[in-house]
């Protein structure tokens, strides 16, 4: 079985008058060249435009394959010697495409993106709607069949027994070999008809995957002319009553969301950085990382695999207001896209968390179905991770009976201030204390969002608003009373660095200034400030801390 990594020099061209993805292929003139992954609205002479772009790359190759798009954004479509292979509906989703090629030979694979807003991607959506394919292109050369998924989950992780379930793309009527290597080594081999069979075995000397010592064993699976291999991890991840365990220990999560933003590479962050802001973050102390606010490439999540960085990863669905929220095709699309975020995702130990539509209005009873919804879909999908969404409703919210575990985004300190009110940080531990009051007692709780706003450079003798002092007292105090106090499980601030939004949004240069970093990675005060605070106060339980003095 052959593998084509397409990533490299593309042809392009642009179609500004273009509002919405075409039909047919239309007939093009190439007039430029753009590499791939990459984002064609981050420079001249594209940059800010809205408009359909068009990638084409000759490839020679022929017979049954399968085309693997690690993301596009904001809507896209396959074409194949000119006629319409699929589509990419959902930004930053992963998507494959298995089809007969032809014969083998000289073909012409185009990728259509638009990046005008849609029924997915709305325009108040406070992070930007970058156009072009942010992940790896790449063709795998079929002998005819393929495994469609393979799902492996951890049974017992104080045995290293797994469950396999593999999915073929067709049915076999008549059964063929499969085999199961790990780490170089036969374990096991049967039968497999049918088009989706279940096996579990021990992985012999097995490690545990941890935060601390993120093992991973390589798992090799043949069926017939056609092989797939992953990387899996040994790790349970649970909820009983208050308190998270990984493998029957104790976890809490401390860490930050993260935008896949850089003013250079848009949302197409090539890996080397990629790498360098999970070293930064586990150097730190951190453990934990929220993708927000939609699916993360699968670079990215293979570096929080090897690096020990837990992952709560989500659909895109970002404060979606009334109007849309309660129509039949907007929870179709919710329950679509958790489905495949599974199917993609689905064999990444570090990933603990599946999450969608950040800061609903988890408020209505008309909500609770929706919720309810999405979450059951996740489950029926994966029943081995928490399911979840991060809530701005506090008080108000009426669904936080249903996830694993509750997640609110408050902003104590810095919003709902006084109008002459220049320093709020008094207001932090009361307000945290009132929500806190307000989760049910048997559910594991975290603050999945908290920050405030500091432009970088911006200081200030009197640590006034936006200043980098202010930014660093807040998070500082957010530590103090977080970390502190066993009934959180975890916390992630807003966000890791500077992220670009949009000029006629509000924002300060356009840019989402809440970052812990700016958009070049350059640390603020605060950067300084919670790494101290996880060095003095650390982010285990207190009372075990307690128990351990």
Not at 19 to 29: F, G, M, R, T, V
Not at 419 to 447: N, Q, T
Not at 504 to 520: A, F, Q, S, T
Request: hydrophobic share 35%; aromatic share 12%; glycine share 8%.
């Amino acid at each position: 079985m052959n593998i084509l990594n397409l990533d490299g020099v593309w042809d392009f061209t642009f179609a500004p008058q273009e509002q919405s993805l075409p039909d047919s292929l239309p007939h093009l003139e190439w007039e430029s060249a753009l590499s791939v992954p990459g984002c064609f609205d981050v420079s001249a002479p594209f940059f800010g435009k809205r408009g359909v772009g068009y990638y084409r790359c000759t490839v020679r190759t022929g017979g049954l394959i399968r085309l693997s798009i690690d993301g596009l954004g904001v809507a896209g479509k396959v074409f194949w010697d000119g006629k319409t292979i699929g589509e990419c509906p959902y930004a930053y989703m992963p998507e494959k495409f298995t089809f007969n090629a032809g014969e083998t030979g000289e073909h012409q694979l185009v990728i259509a993106v638009c990046n005008h807003f849609n029924k997915v991607f709305f325009p108040y959506f406070d992070f930007y709607a970058y156009g072009g394919i942010f992940g790896s292109v790449r063709i795998e050369e079929l002998p005819g069949y393929a495994i469609d998924l393979l799902q492996v989950t951890t049974l017992d992780y104080s045995t290293g027994r797994v469950r396999a379930a593999v999915t073929a793309d067709r049915f076999f009527r008549a059964p063929r070999k499969i085999t199961f290597e790990i780490d170089g080594k036969e374990i096991l081999t049967s039968e497999f008809a049918g088009k989706k069979n279940v096996y579990e075995f021990n992985v012999p000397e097995f490690k545990l995957w941890s935060p601390e010592t993120p093992a991973l064993h390589r798992l090799r699976v043949i069926l017939g002319a056609y092989e797939e291999s992953c990387n899996i991890g040994i790790r349970t991840i649970e909820a009983r009553g208050p308190q998270l365990f990984l493998n029957g220990r104790k976890l809490r999560l401390i860490g930050y969301n993260r935008h896949d933003s850089h003013p250079q590479f848009g949302a197409a962050v090539p890996p080397s950085l990629m790498a360098a802001d999970l070293q930064m973050i586990k150097n730190q102390g951190c453990n934990f990382l929220r993708g927000s606010h939609y699916p993360q490439r699968e670079t990215f999540l293979e570096l929080c695999d090897k690096l020990g960085i837990l992952f709560w990863e989500e659909t895109l669905g970002w404060d979606v207001r009334d109007e849309e929220l309660f129509k039949p095709e907007f929870l179709f699309k919710q329950k679509d896209q958790a489905r495949k975020l599974v199917r993609s995702h689905c064999n990444h130990p570090a990933i603990i968390i599946w999450g969608f539509m950040n800061e609903t209005l988890s408020e209505e009873k008309r909500c609770r179905k929706i919720i309810q919804k999405v979450y059951d879909t996740y489950k029926a999908n994966d029943s081995s991770r928490l399911v979840t969404y991060a809530s701005n409703r506090y008080e108000k919210d009426i669904c936080m009976d249903i996830v694993d575990i509750v997640a609110m985004n408050p902003y104590p300190g810095w919003g709902s201030m006084n109008f002459d009110e220049v320093y709020s940080l008094h207001r932090i531990r009361p307000r945290l204390d009132e929500i806190c009051k307000a989760v049910p007692a048997d559910k594991p709780y975290m603050i999945s969002e908290i920050g405030a706003s500091a432009i970088y450079g911006h200081r200030d003798p009197y640590r006034v608003r936006w200043s980098e002092e202010y930014q660093a007292e807040l998070v500082t105090e957010v530590c103090n009373v977080v970390l502190r106090d066993p009934r959180y499980c975890g916390l992630a601030f807003w966000h890791f660095c500077d992220a670009k939004s949009y000029l006629n949004g509000g924002r300060v240069k356009g840019i989402n200034d809440k970052g812990i970093l700016n958009e070049y990675r350059q640390p603020k005060l605060a950067w300084q400030a919670i790494t101290k605070a996880i060095s003095e106060i650390g982010i285990a339980d207190p009372q075990e801390r307690k128990n351990d003095l």
